[in-house]
């Protein structure tokens, strides 16, 4: 009887150490679906940051747009009489109030705005140049081979 004792006594031993086996899989499988599950969680966070990102990008570029469309409301394109250079001039009126000034009619198309700025060339030539983008108009004055070629 003793045997007995001892072969059930070593085949419970053995069924607790096949439990045992089957708690440690099962804790290395919860243990890999965790990490996986942690994995996929923290490739969703940056996304949604790169997501929340973007968004940001373009309420920042539609602001701008907006901002643009309400200042460019506030010139209107004009010709000068003499050198019939045309430009984008601040209509009389405008708000808020600034000094009379013409903005580049490239720079406008770009949704930018850069002042013209009368330059004196050589020989008495006037020209209007844009800082910004180059843009050039001969206004009045003798053409020299520096402003030959500019725009009107």
Known sequence: MANVMGGISAFTGLIGMARGLKDI???????????????????AQQEYAEQIEKVRALEAKLASYENWESEKERYELTEDEYSKVITYSLKEGAQPSEPSHSI?????????KSIIQPERRVGGTETLVCRVCGWEAFKSGFATSRNANSRR
Do not use: F
């Open 104 to 112: 580049c009619p490239d720079c406008y198309q770009q949704r930018k």
């Open 25 to 43: 899989n099962d804790a290395v499988v919860r243990n890999e679906a965790i990490y996986e599950l942690t994995g996929k969680l923290l490739d």
